[in-house]
């Protein structure tokens, strides 16, 4: 049986018990407040009106109680309101002191609305909760209001009605969803919808019945009230794809990325930790197993894209959740099969960002000046340790192209011959992208297990500094100009894990996620190895602060560690 994603909710995750007796509970706590603070403008309180707000006090008291029972509740915040709720119909014979008990309940609701909103979206729900309550008061007790008091329901209804409007116009404004179809798509948009629609239909009707506002308009503000109680609990859509732009969206529990998102050839993974049985395809078309890739984590799914937008199934077994994608109609960077992951990845890391850049190019593109003085430091520094050759990896690439060109002329400056074969005095240098760097570290531990070979060490181009690849081997070294123990790299590295399903870092998304202008540093060789240093058992007592989980969050290299082995190369 196939579970379909709904579209027009946004999410699969609202909890519609919760919603649903929060908002029963709230609309009668907003009535109650509203006729508790409007009460002293009236004399003898007419029986009716009694029996009403007494039993809107408890209506309120018992859905809280309710409440309790169904979803988790903070228990003092449950008996504030509890006795609010039952004070206010007390002190009815007490007006000023029902007043107050009214006050307090109002500033109750204003904060079980707000659900957490600070600054300006609390300043909003304020405006909002109390405009809706003092109207509530008067459609109650406007009838009993007698000439005598002052007050002018007529204009105090078009003022209530005109900061209704103005909270609800900048609601709709702060929720980010302008002018485009998730308004009317999503039950999100449709609730942002209504806050401004509302209020402006119930502020047309006080200025044209300013006698009869506050009764006709009871309904108009009722259902504002409920849409605007409504909207804090309702997840908001995720952004409209963009063309072009890598596509992070939420699966059914783990996250999704579609990269190029252009009409065509695109790669949909998948983190590990998302788990196997997956399956990707256009609504109608092929869909693709998931598989893993060579030196890259998690699953990938070959996908064709149409121009325009369409809907893309993920499916894990026999559940099947859509995702909507827009590969517009311009054509999308040439990317190779072999590069695909290492591409998508890099885009991930702008994402992560927080950055919505079209890809234009892939890190296997072009030899980057960074990673080219990084190379050369390499080879230089393989030139004082005199092995008898260096065995060099490329591929087709651009960048592997470049980057072998640049180590054989170096090499040759250094007096360095770069041979073929793997000889038991040479080291092995990766220039290649992910796929044929993953095979060369593969074979080398093959090699290496069977005879001595690349006895001066397995060195791998900065790019390469990838799970999948460095753990291939029991010991590998880079070049980098970075030091993935700083706080930087982990911050890049926990942000990107929390975002991707527990995906570990990479050096294209950690240059994207730090963006353009950011200085390069210096170049030293670090080592990856596979290695426990401390093994202890999880319940042995350890110094306090000392990690002892090999799979904590931060980690470049999973199960692993890099330690720099040289100093600043000069």
Known sequence: MDHHHDPVTGSSTVDVLAVLLRLAMLLPTAFLAG????????????????????????????????????????????????????????????????RWASVALLALVVLETSLGGTGVEFALDSVFVAAAAVWFGFALLGPAVPPSSGWRPGPLAITLGGLLVLAGAVRSGLSGLGFDRRLYTTVFGVVVVALVVLPVAVSVLAAVRRDRAYRLGAIGVALGFLAWSALGAIPAPPPLPV?????????????????????????????????????????????????????????????????????LEIRRGDTTTVVEVDAGDAPGPPITDADAPECASAALGGLVAGRADVLTSCPSDALTPED?????????????????????????????????????????????????????????????????????????????RLQPTHQYGLYLAPWLLNGPIVNAVASASLPLRFDPREATAVGYAVAVGDRF?????????????????????????????????????????????????????????????IVPITSVLR
């Open 501 to 561: 399903g527990g995906e570990s870092p990479t050096v294209g998304g950690f240059r994207n996620w730090l963006g353009a202008g950011h200085p390069a540093g210096d170049v030293q060789i670090f080592a990856a190895a596979q290695v426990n240093a401390m093994p202890m058992y999880p319940t042995e007592p350890h110094a306090t602060g000392m990690v002892m989980d090999r799979d904590y969050a931060g980690q470049w290299v999973p199960d692993g560690t």
């Open 372 to 448: 080219a003085g990084a190379l050369v430091k390499l080879v230089e520094f393989l030139g004082e340790r005199k092995p008898s050759g260096i065995t060099l990896v490329g591929d087709g690439s651009p960048r592997g192209v470049a980057a072998a060109k640049l180590v054989r002329d170096t090499a040759a400056r250094a007096g360095l011959a770069v041979r073929p074969d793997a000889g038991p005095d040479t080291a092995l240098v990766v220039v290649a992208g992910w796929a044929a760097g993953y095979t060369a570290m593969t074979r080398a531990a093959e090699l290496q």
């Open 35 to 98: 006729g508790g603070l409007l009460r002293p403008l009236v004399g003898e309180l007419p029986r009716t009106r009694k029996l009403v707000l007494s039993g809107l006090g408890g209506l309120s008291a018992l859905l809280a109680v309710v409440s309790a029972f169904a979803v988790d509740v903070n228990v003092v915040a449950l008996a504030v309101h509890v006795v609010l709720a039952v004070a206010v119909p007390v002190l009815l014979r007490w007006p000023r002191a029902g």
């Open 243 to 311: 063309p072009g732009v890598p596509l992070l969206a939420g699966g059914p529990g783990f996250p999704v990325l579609v990269s190029p998102q252009r009409p065509g050839h695109n790669v949909v993974h998948f983190p590990a930790s998302a788990g196997g049985d997956l399956a990707a395809g256009v609504r109608g078309g092929i869909v693709t197993k998931a598989v893993a890739r060579p030196g890259a984590e998690g699953t990938w799914a070959d996908v064709e894209l149409p121009p325009g937008r369409s809907d």
